[in-house]
């Protein structure tokens, strides 16, 4: 696991980290991001992937994760690992980067965050589809980022599919 960035989790408040790193080969110009949200010192991830089918389970791997629906897995990654480098080369993986951090105590903006993002394995539109150019991981993650403005957090340009809410 990556040591420095487990190391920001607090056990004492809620915090929302925006993750991101480049997609799979060939497709590494674009980014894959990631949510993973602290609770008090539980901590989860949340993200969108393409696990449930047997093609994908032939070049991404197997997977288990605490919850699923549909695309939308909890759990099914360690928390601040990127994706796989390449797709059937499963002990290689892209190094996640934080693109923005919402942080706070009871009431705040990160609890109900948190409390969203818990409650979207059975909320988000578009759990039961994926496509490259949208919906997508990045769609996901800006559904929840367009929430919740306040945390003045964006994706980056080569978020593909950021816009097909």
């Not at 420095?4 to 894959?32: E, G, N, W």
């Not at 695309?71 to 990654?77: C, I």
Request: glycine fraction near 8%.
């Amino acid at each position: 696991m990556h040591e420095p960035l487990v190391s920001l989790v607090r056990k004492d408040i809620y915090q929302v980290f925006v993750m991101v790193c480049p997609a799979t080969m060939p497709f590494s110009f674009a980014v894959h991001p990631w949510l993973v949200i602290n609770q008090r010192g539980i901590v989860s991830r949340f993200g969108i992937g393409r696990y449930n089918t047997e093609e994908s389970r032939r070049f991404f791997g197997t997977h288990s994760c605490e919850e699923c629906s549909g695309r939308l897995h909890k759990n099914a990654k360690p928390p601040f690992e990127g994706l796989e480098i390449f797709p059937s080369i499963h002990h290689t993986h892209w190094k996640g980067v934080i693109v923005g951090v919402v942080e706070g105590g009871a009431g705040s903006v990160a609890e109900r965050m948190a409390t969203y993002i818990e409650n979207s394995i059975t909320s988000y539109p578009h759990r039961d589809y994926y496509s490259l150019l949208g919906p997508n991981s990045n769609t996901y993650v800006q559904w929840v980022l367009s929430s919740f403005p306040e945390s003045n957090i964006k994706l980056p340009w080569n978020a593909f599919g950021k816009g097909k809410m």
